[in-house]
């Protein structure tokens, strides 16, 4: 499927689009993904928080500024998986101790220029090691205890991101309602 395609703008900020897509009707997420050199060790931001939060997962999570190690932005779950976004995030800043960094900022959809936010997460571990059965991927990790953390930092910014499901059985997909939709979506940050 369709990876990525971004346009540039001459202020420094980008339009992007993406889309990871394995063979089902709709992705698990649209949005970019991202590495970033070594050196970054705390992230900063305001969205969601203290904790993780998905479309279908957020009600515990308050809207504020929060900070963190970017170590510490991974829940090892027993199996690795999915972990770690930050529901409506306005802003998020990954730092090297100077205080020096990337912040990336979603831009302000058309219209009223107020809007929730996007899914940020950002983790010291490579996200092809968290097993997603789905795509049958190479690095896909059985146990938490077999991740290995990187020097660089690995993100993403996501416009829609499927739920984490659950309802019924953590086998289950989650409700219709918290899928991706297949309708064109675009966002820029």
């Keep these: 499927g369709e990876r990525i395609v971004m346009a540039a703008k001459a202020e420094g900020e980008a339009t992007v689009f993406v889309f990871e897509c394995a063979e089902q009707s709709a992705p698990?997420?649209?949005?970019?993904?991202?590495?970033?050199?070594?050196?970054?060790?705390?992230v900063?931001?305001?969205g969601r928080g203290p904790?993780?939060?998905?479309i279908d997962r957020w009600q515990s999570a308050r809207v504020g500024r929060f900070q963190g190690s970017i170590l510490d932005q991974t829940f090892k779950y027993v199996r690795p998986q999915e972990n770690g976004n930050k529901l409506d995030t306005r802003w998020m800043a990954m730092l090297r101790p100077d205080g020096a960094g990337l912040l990336v900022?979603?831009?302000p959809p058309p219209g009223d220029g107020a809007g929730p936010?996007?899914?940020m997460q950002c983790h010291?571990?490579?996200?092809?090691?968290?097993d997603f059965p789905e795509c049958g991927g190479p690095g896909a990790r059985k146990h938490a205890g077999e991740l290995q953390p990187?020097?660089?930092?690995?993100?993403?910014?996501?416009v829609a991101q499927m739920g984490v499901g659950g309802v019924t059985s953590w086998g289950e997909m989650p409700l219709p309602k918290y899928r991706v939709?297949?309708?064109?979506c675009d966002f820029s940050f």
Excluded at 31 to 42: I, M, N, P, V
Excluded at 181 to 184: G, N, V, Y
């Design 124 to 130: 010291r571990y490579s996200l092809d090691d968290f």
């Design 105 to 107: 900022s979603a831009a």
């Design 117 to 119: 936010g996007l899914g």
């Design 150 to 158: 990187k020097a660089e930092t690995e993100f993403c910014v996501d």
């Design 44 to 46: 900063e931001w305001f």
């Design 51 to 54: 904790h993780e939060s998905y």
């Design 28 to 42: 698990f997420r649209v949005g970019f993904r991202g590495c970033l050199a070594a050196g970054l060790q705390d």
């Design 181 to 184: 939709s297949t309708e064109p």
